[in-house]
């Protein structure tokens, strides 16, 4: 009886021990959960952004969206780490994507079209420049009045193939502009021929253009307003292939575009100080004045939306100097307007 007495408080030890180790036991497993748990959350919040790179044709106040969309971080906050490269041309940036060095390429969409007719599989996804940023300027002594005087004329231009000259050519054709000869020299440079006494006028961009128009130029035509219902001027390209193994990243992507366009609409302060970063080299009044005119003049796309009527005028111009055979090329096979319309819809 003494030994029962004296064993029952023993067991009943022996029993709180292993009842305490085994809540030990459970609380090392909770926390060691926990700790995964944590883990994992703060893996998924740090995960490193995928990297994708765009190549752009040029260094351009056209392309501001872009530079928007890096500068402010857009790219970052959906998740993408985008490495910007200038290609020299759209050729090569285009050259570039199909090659496998770049995930997309910022340039004329007709470049990225021609490509396909020569085997490529690229795809127009993003509008980034809808609208046509030529103008033909003159000093303010040379007395024309319209585009109409440039009869007997010299008229300076980019070299070919170059957007601006090609819309230079067909306006004098179209409206039989007569003896209109031409002073091709390196995109840029238009100003130059002008001030030598070499051109009475120049067809350019910006900010070229309003370079012109701070010494006293004036506007003789402007190109934007023949254009009312848009022109897909310079547009995002991608791999058909990337848009099937990776249509996560190329939503990103789009997304962010469709950001920064909305950012230049919202705030045009924004706008302007992100080209002043983007060049330094260049008159701050004059690259202000310059993205305010883009902007007023809707030159910047406002979405990325690639519209039918736009793509149809850009095509047009290529089918007009005949880099395009007509009915070689349609709308759904060159471009994929999904991305551009889901991000343009939130």
Same mark, same amino acid.
């Given at each position: 009886m003494?030994?029962?007495?004296?064993?029952?408080?023993?067991?009943?030890?022996?029993g709180?021990?292993?009842?305490?180790?085994?809540?030990?036991?459970?609380?090392?497993?909770?926390?060691?959960?926990?700790?995964?748990?944590?883990?994992?959350?703060?893996?998924?919040?740090?995960?490193?952004?995928?990297?994708?790179?765009?190549?752009?044709a040029?260094?351009?106040?056209?392309?501001?969206?872009?530079?928007?969309?890096i500068?402010?971080?857009l790219?970052?906050?959906? %998740?993408?780490?985008?490495?910007? @490269?200038?290609? *020299?041309?759209?050729?090569?940036? &285009? +050259? !570039?994507?199909?090659?496998?060095? /770049?995930d997309?390429?910022?340039?004329?969409?007709?470049?990225?079209?021609?490509?396909?007719?020569?085997?490529?599989?690229?795809?127009?996804?993003?509008?980034?420049?809808?609208?046509?940023p030529?103008?033909?300027?003159?000093?303010?002594?040379?007395?024309?009045?319209?585009q109409?005087?440039?009869?007997?004329?010299?008229?300076?231009?980019?070299?070919?193939?170059?957007?601006?000259?090609?819309?230079l050519?067909?306006?004098?054709?179209?409206?039989?502009?007569? %003896?209109?000869?031409?002073?091709? @020299?390196?995109? *840029?440079?238009?100003?130059?021929? &002008? +001030? !030598?006494?070499r051109a009475?006028? /120049?067809?350019?961009?910006?900010?070229?253009?309003?370079?012109?128009?701070?010494?006293?130029?004036k506007?003789?035509?402007?190109?934007?307003?023949?254009?009312?219902?848009?022109y897909?001027?310079?547009?995002?390209d991608?791999?058909?292939?990337?848009i099937?193994?990776?249509?996560?990243?190329?939503?990103?992507?789009?997304?962010?575009?469709?950001?920064?366009?909305?950012l230049?609409?919202?705030?045009?302060?924004?706008?302007?100080?992100?080209?002043?970063?983007?060049?330094?080299?260049?008159?701050?009044?004059?690259?202000?004045?310059?993205?305010g005119?883009l902007?007023?003049?809707?030159?910047?796309?406002?979405?990325p939306?690639?519209?039918e009527?736009?793509f149809?005028?850009?095509l047009?111009?290529?089918?007009?100097?005949?880099?395009?055979?007509?009915?070689?090329?349609?709308?759904?096979?060159?471009v994929?307007?999904?991305?551009?319309?889901?991000?343009s819809?939130k």
């Amino acid at each position: 009886m003494e030994n029962q007495t004296m064993n029952q408080p023993l067991t009943s030890l022996q029993g709180q021990a292993s009842h305490h180790r085994f809540l030990a036991s459970r609380f090392v497993q909770a926390c060691a959960a926990g700790i995964l748990l944590a883990t994992a959350a703060t893996r998924s919040a740090w995960a490193a952004p995928e990297k994708v790179v765009v190549y752009q044709a040029f260094q351009s106040i056209q392309y501001l969206p872009l530079y928007v969309a890096i500068d402010k971080g857009l790219f970052a906050q959906n %998740g993408l780490d985008v490495q910007k @490269v200038t290609a *020299g041309s759209g050729a090569q940036g &285009v +050259a !570039a994507v199909i090659g496998g060095h /770049a995930d997309f390429s910022l340039q004329d969409p007709m470049t990225a079209v021609l490509a396909n007719l020569k085997g490529a599989t690229l795809v127009n996804v993003a509008n980034v420049v809808s609208g046509v940023p030529v103008w033909i300027v003159t000093p303010p002594d040379s007395g024309l009045k319209s585009q109409a005087d440039l009869a007997g004329k010299t008229v300076s231009a980019a070299l070919p193939p170059s957007t601006s000259t090609y819309l230079l050519q067909r306006l004098i054709k179209q409206e039989n502009i007569a %003896g209109v000869n031409l002073n091709t @020299v390196q995109i *840029g440079t238009e100003l130059a021929p &002008v +001030a !030598a006494g070499r051109a009475v006028a /120049a067809a350019l961009y910006e900010p070229q253009a309003d370079q012109g128009i701070a010494s006293g130029y004036k506007i003789l035509y402007a190109f934007p307003k023949s254009y009312p219902g848009g022109y897909a001027f310079s547009t995002m390209d991608t791999l058909a292939s990337t848009i099937k193994s990776r249509p996560a990243m190329v939503a990103a992507f789009v997304k962010s575009v469709a950001q920064a366009e909305a950012l230049i609409q919202q705030s045009p302060d924004t706008a302007k100080a992100v080209a002043v970063a983007e060049f330094p080299t260049l008159d701050r009044k004059i690259v202000e004045t310059a993205v305010g005119r883009l902007i007023d003049q809707k030159i910047y796309a406002t979405t990325p939306d690639i519209s039918e009527q736009a793509f149809r005028n850009a095509l047009d111009l290529q089918e007009y100097v005949g880099n395009i055979k007509p009915g070689s090329v349609t709308y759904n096979s060159a471009v994929d307007d999904s991305f551009a319309n889901k991000a343009s819809a939130k």
